[in-house]
């Protein structure tokens, strides 16, 4: 029940349809943990993410869903785009969004529309009012680590609500 729910609250969010093979998606983030081994991610796969097309395939150790307050970061995961596949230009306004580029060859589009080419070791990073999309253009898939963190000024307003 738990990785369907997740499923719908995220297709709600991101106007998209999700792979309900998400595993607990809603379960607290246990702040004790140190430590999350890749064997024990939870899934969540989602389909044309932000308007994009195609599949965007993660594995995550904690998603927003399951986030608190006081957490800064609000989802890292590993993600990956196949031959094809893109995440749509979407904009972030209280939060940073990172990508980590593992290996894979794609094309990053920034706020102003710029296309880069990017490719393992390169690091992107969208911050408030800004947006990005990202595609796989290569023949392989697209690997990347996805870190999205809480702005100190959006959790300074949630705080003093």
């Known amino acids: 029940m738990k990785p369907l729910f997740a499923a719908l609250s995220a297709a709600l969010l991101l106007g998209t349809s999700l792979n309900t093979q998400a595993a607990e998606q809603t379960t607290p983030t246990d702040r004790s943990i140190q430590v999350y081994k890749k064997a024990d991610l939870a899934e969540w796969n989602r389909e044309n993410a932000a ?12 998603t927003r869903h399951q986030t608190a307050d006081q957490d800064a ?4 995961g590993w993600l990956t785009l196949p031959p094809g596949a893109s995440i749509g230009q979407h904009k972030h306004t209280g939060n940073e ?18 296309q880069t080419e990017v490719g393992a070791g390169d690091i992107t ?6 947006s990005h999309a990202l ?8 690997v990347f ?12 307003k949630t705080f003093t609500k």
Do not use: M
């Open 125 to 130: 990073i969208t911050r408030p009012g800004q």
């Open 97 to 114: 969004d990172v990508y980590i580029i593992v290996s894979g060859k794609g094309l990053f589009t920034d706020s102003e529309g710029k």
């Open 73 to 76: 970061f609000k989802e890292i």
């Open 145 to 156: 680590l996805d870190l999205i963190a809480e702005t100190a000024v959006a959790q300074a």
């Open 51 to 62: 308007g994009g097309q195609g599949p965007l395939l993660g594995s995550f150790a904690f």
């Open 135 to 142: 595609k796989n253009i290569g023949k392989k898939p697209l």
